[in-house]
């Protein structure tokens, strides 16, 4: 193991120089390290290497004699049946393939970088289909809290989200236009307010009311899309737009569904069939569905706050009466 550090520290120490070095040769000679890095190393059968052998991001194949140690780092390792090696074998990231007439005289030590053990009812991590099933789980979990928040909006204020359903339902585009110039903005305006915030003394106390700022921003964006699902599950059993149609939580259950059912089906398919040009057109398609609600519901959120607070009556028109007639 001090071999293995020592050429840890060659490497760290020497790295440039010796990763220039591409055409090598076989001498009684030492030259501190053979290294290669994003390139491949063979040793053939007959030829002797005295230093220590470090490959990192490259594949290395040991048929010849091997005096000090051979790491192979992020590549597979094959080791021939006329290979010597004296020093000791590591492996990391890699595969290690080493013929059992191999002769080694030190350590063999194979470290695989693995994920996590994962187990969803029998499918584990880096099996076919692993990756849709998690990402089916975390779309049903996003999908479900959006959902729950939605419903407790339109129960707790109707009032609130039947106005936004109106504006969606009679300015769709401008609605649209609104949203995704918030969409564009938001980041940037919140950066900027940021600094100019800790720039000033009385700016940095007002920084502990951002993450009620964010909530509530969060809130009136799925306050605009449960109005969109309202509005389209209205629309579906013949009603009005908004929620006072006398079912609301009905109303954007069945538009909530419509909004979803191309992701969820995008996803359900991907557990079974895996990946294909089919499953990733289902995927966009729901994406760009959802996309275009919640453009639309924050748009039309935005636009009813703004009307809210900046709402001008205007002044009756002066009545003039007409002059008496003088007989």
Known sequence: MSRLILAAAILLTAAPAFAQLDDWSYPDRREGVHLRILNDYDLPAGAT??????????????????????????GTLRVG??????????????????DPAAQISGEVDQTAIMGPDWDFGGLHWGTPGWWATFAFGATLLRLGIVLSVALLLTVVAPDWINSIARRASSAPLGSAAIGVAGQVLFVPGLIAVTIALVVSIVGILLLVAFPFVLGAAGLLWVAGYAAVAANIGSRLRGREAGVSSGAPILDVLIGFALLSGLTLVAHTAAIGSGSSPLIWMLRGSGWLVEWMAWTVGLGAALAAVFDSRHRVTPPPIPYASPAPTVS
Not at 49 to 74: F, H, K, L, M, Y
């Open 49 to 74: 290497a005295r230093e220590p052998i470090v490959i990192i991001a490259g594949s290395a194949t040991i048929n010849g004699r091997a005096e000090d140690d051979v790491v192979v780092v992020g």
């Open 81 to 98: 049946p006329t290979a010597v090696i004296r020093g000791d074998v590591v492996a990391i990231g890699g595969e290690a393939i080493i």
